[in-house]
């Protein structure tokens, strides 16, 4: 077909998920892991949610050692904090260059395989299931794929070059659990609104060869992960008034469960990683500063991994990022707990 040549079938979806299945047990945690969050969405609990983990998941084993700590971590702040770890095995690239993640190289340092990349993809959801009781968050980068996931994960975020298309708004309107829409590059509001708006609402379209009918999610929401300029400078939409502009903008119209999630990393941090320390804690002064961003101010995403930075793919450094600069464990760990201090002593009605 054109320039395009055909190299191999992929299993279905349906084959996929029949040969590396959740067995029942997994699938009840899973079902707690989702309740719990419906209810973060919901304003049913008012737990901060903290989506974390490392730009891109290149290996499972220092995924599945990074969420391990996390669930160490985890049982000190579940008071007042909810996980949900981010494991994000495919990666939008700028230019179109450079590593695209676990689904096109399961291996980073070795061709592009597609077809084991689709196993080790659901194979590393699962096993952090398995292994940490978490279930996950990855981005809906090609919502054909979505089939090979979507019993496995609990949280879909779909990213700023994504969030314009057709596609992507009407498949998040057929997911069952919360999708975050990102502020497109060029950091409009609107668009970023007209997409939450589209996947709340009920839809019919052609998908994966069949005609499907789909009954909108309401707990589509909002995530704020800064913009680019006209010169491509970055700037940031995680300040009050930036949060407090979209509140109003929410307020226009009427939407489910109005909810931001704040992204400290990306075009908020300018990619200085070490930001998200500073970041993450002006949004939680914030809340305490006015209600309404209390209420609107769902969770945060922060990117984090073993070791501090970045590397390239074939750097040999266990858990440190191939892709965007992360936080290393020893900075999230304290940074975690920063946070949860704060949320505690807010709760609390302590002067901070």
Same mark, same amino acid.
């Given at each position: 077909m054109g320039n395009m040549e055909f190299i191999r079938k992929v299993d279905l979806p349906k084959t996929i998920r029949e040969k590396y299945p959740l067995d029942d047990d997994l699938k009840k945690i899973k079902a707690e892991n989702d309740l719990a969050l419906r209810k973060i969405f919901t304003g049913e609990d008012d737990r901060l949610l903290l989506i974390i983990g490392p730009c891109s998941a290149d290996r499972e084993d220092a995924v599945i050692d990074y969420c391990k700590r996390l669930r160490r971590l985890y049982e000190e702040v579940k008071d007042v904090l909810f996980f949900v770890p981010r494991v994000y095995t495919n990666k939008p690239r700028t230019t179109g260059e450079g590593y695209?993640? /676990?689904?096109?190289? =399961?291996? =980073?340092?070795?061709?592009?395989? /597609?077809?084991?990349?689709?196993?080790?993809?659901?194979?590393?959801?699962?096993?952090?299931?398995?292994?940490?009781?978490?279930?996950?968050?990855?981005? /809906?980068l090609y919502p054909d794929n979505f089939r090979y996931l979507y019993d496995v994960l609990s949280y879909q975020a779909v990213g700023a070059r994504s969030v314009e298309n057709q596609e992507h708004r009407l498949v998040a309107s057929g997911i069952e659990g919360p999708v975050g829409m990102k502020n497109p590059t060029s950091g409009d509001y609107k668009v970023m609104l007209n997409s939450v708006n589209a996947a709340q609402h009920p839809h019919k379209f052609i998908y994966r060869g069949w005609e499907v009918e789909t009954k909108g999610n309401e707990l589509t929401h909002c995530i704020l992960r800064g913009y680019t300029n006209k010169h491509g400078d970055s700037n940031p939409n995680y300040h009050y008034e930036d949060i407090l502009r979209l509140i109003n903008m929410y307020g226009e119209d009427k939407y489910h469960n109005p909810a931001i999630i704040v992204d400290c990393n990306h075009n908020n941090s300018g990619k200085l990683y070490e930001e998200q320390i500073r970041i993450a804690k002006e949004v939680l002064h914030s809340t305490r500063h006015n209600p309404l961003i209390y209420k609107y101010v769902k969770g945060l995403m922060i990117e984090s991994y073993l070791e501090d930075g970045c590397q390239k793919p074939d750097g040999g450094v266990y858990g440190k990022s191939i892709t965007d600069p992360c936080l290393g464990w020893e900075k999230t760990e304290k940074l975690v707990r920063e946070i949860a201090d704060l949320r505690r002593r807010f709760k609390n009605g302590e002067q901070i």
């Open positions: 695209k993640g /676990m689904l096109h190289q =399961p291996d =980073p340092k070795a061709d592009v395989d /597609m077809v084991k990349g689709v196993i080790a993809v659901r194979k590393l959801h699962i096993d952090v299931l398995k292994e940490t009781g978490f279930s996950t968050a990855d981005e /809906m």
